[in-house]
Nanobody, 116 residues
Framework: QVHLVESGGGLVQPGGSLRLSCAAS????????MTWHRQAPGEKRELVAG???????KYADSVAGRFTISRDSAKNEVYLQMRNLKPDDTAVYYC??????????WGQGTQVTVSS
């Protein structure tokens, strides 16, 4: 089994920046890809960004150009650099790991609140 822990969330003003981190631990798995999802109150969870083993990335249209996903494969860590944050970015952000067998694992989430 894989355990994921997110950190870096908090309260930030519109236009500000935050950097989220996700650390994966466990054994018996090989990392294939890691993603960030978010869920606002009353909304469905949505994909924000993803990064694969080859370093290829994808982003939701709502965050493209503002968010950057990266990872340290040796540490099984993934990061989400968020800039020019907007109130609509307010959500719980969840880290997701996909292993080489396409099993998925989720972290507990970290709250990001964008408000003046």
């Amino acid at each position: 089994q894989v355990h994921l822990v997110e950190s870096g969330g908090g309260l930030v003003q519109p236009g500000g920046s935050l950097r989220l981190s996700c650390a994966a631990s466990g054994s018996g798995f090989t990392l294939f890809a890691m993603t960030w999802h978010r869920q606002a109150p009353g909304e469905k969870r949505e994909l924000v960004a993803g990064i694969g083993t080859d370093g290829g990335t994808k982003y939701a249209d709502s965050v493209a150009g503002r968010f950057t996903i990266s990872r340290d494969s040796a540490k099984n860590e993934v990061y989400l650099q968020m800039r020019n944050l907007k109130p609509d970015d307010t959500a719980v952000y969840y880290c997701n790991l996909i292993d080489d067998l396409l099993h998925t694992y989720w972290g507990q989430g970290t709250q990001v609140t964008v408000s003046s």
